[in-house]
């Protein structure tokens, strides 16, 4: 005879009593905690599967005092590396068992934060992640944060806990390649003024260059995009003073060597172009480009553990953790024509 339907949802005391275990055991499984045998863990998650059991979210967020959310800010939403790195953090929250609710703003001034940390609060948070590449917009919002747990994924050195990606290193191996293929006159290409990763980056360029006893050259500055770095080789390149360029990024890169393309400027024989942050179309740019890959994922899991660290109370010993970049060398960089 076929076991009658269930009436009413399974709750957790019917999980608990098809496991053998104590509603105890059943919520530390449910909220991912330690404290049991692996098998008996498995025992609860297939009670929970043959009784299609469905945890009460609210419930569970009155009984821990907690909303299981983490607000994400971003002020550059649609950039590869911002947008890269809230994805990296939306996978690494739903691992903890943690959501993210993402809040953009357009202009990254002070009402538009203001008004989106507000309305995170309001729905209700744990803890707050920012990506804000602008120095004013980190300042702004560190300044209204009070006690809720926050990181910032940008700016060291401040007095906020920060999981960053080393754009310092990463700026200094790829002018350090450029050396060591015997460039002595680097071009920087940087981005705007203000950004956490164009100091950075810049920081790194710099940095190379005087520890190999050469001059930096003047800083040249974009805003990021394609059509900027276009416009600075369409202006520079006629008459350049130098064999190499390091770009803060792929777009301006990507930019450069169509204008070098116009001018009938052969990339990497009479010129040698560095990008940064390796975007899928890195690749296929004519020629490949050589860049730097940031690994988001890295600081995606950095950044939500540290996160959910400083929400349990637990002390961290570190207020900043980096991740990894590594240069990847493609077709656009090469010796200088005469060494």
Do not use: C
């Not at 299981?68 to 590869?80: E, H, N, S, V, Y």
């Not at 934060?113 to 309001?122: K, N, T």
């Not at 001018?263 to 490949?288: K, N, T, Y």
Request: hydrophobic share 40%; aromatic share 4%; glycine share 8%.
């Amino acid at each position: 005879m076929a076991e009658p339907s269930r009436s009413k949802p399974a709750s957790i005391r019917d999980v608990a009593a098809q496991a053998g275990v104590s509603r105890q055991t059943v919520s530390r499984v449910l909220n991912r905690q330690t404290g049991m045998t692996e098998e008996t863990a498995q025992r609860v998650r297939r009670a929970i599967a043959d009784l299609d059991y469905q945890p009460n979210r609210a419930a569970r967020i009155l009984a821990s005092s907690r909303h299981r959310t983490i607000g994400l800010i971003t002020t550059a939403p649609t950039m590869f590396g911002p947008s890269s790195i809230a994805l990296a953090l939306e996978l690494a929250a739903r691992e903890h068992g943690y959501a993210i609710t993402v809040v953009s703003t357009r202009t990254g001034l002070e009402p538009e934060l203001s008004s989106a940390l507000e309305e995170l609060i309001r729905h209700g948070i744990d803890g707050l992640i920012v990506i804000a590449p602008q120095q004013l917009s980190w300042e702004v919002l560190q300044a209204r944060l009070g006690s809720i747990p926050s990181i910032t994924l940008q700016w060291r050195g401040g007095p906020a806990h920060t999981a960053y990606l080393d754009q310092h290193t990463g700026a200094e191996a790829a002018t350090r390649h450029l050396i060591k293929l015997g460039h002595r006159r680097v071009l920087h290409l940087a981005g705007p003024e203000a950004w956490a990763e164009v100091e950075q980056r810049a920081d790194g360029y710099r940095s190379a260059l005087e520890t190999a006893g050469l001059v930096p050259l003047p800083l040249v500055y974009g805003d990021w995009t394609a059509d900027s770095g276009y416009a600075a080789g369409r202006e520079l390149l006629p008459a350049r003073n130098f064999t190499a360029v390091f770009a803060s990024n792929d777009q301006m890169a990507i930019g450069l060597l169509h204008a070098a393309r116009e001018l009938g400027i052969d990339v990497p024989v009479d010129l040698s172009v560095v990008g940064f942050d390796d975007i899928p179309e890195a690749r296929h740019a004519a020629p490949p480009l050589t860049t730097v890959r940031q690994e988001f994922g890295g600081l995606g899991e950095a950044a939500i553990s540290r996160l959910i660290a400083l929400i349990d109370g637990r002390l961290i010993v570190d207020d900043e953790v980096a991740g990894r970049t590594d240069l990847l060398v493609r077709e656009s960089s090469g010796p200088p024509r005469a060494l």
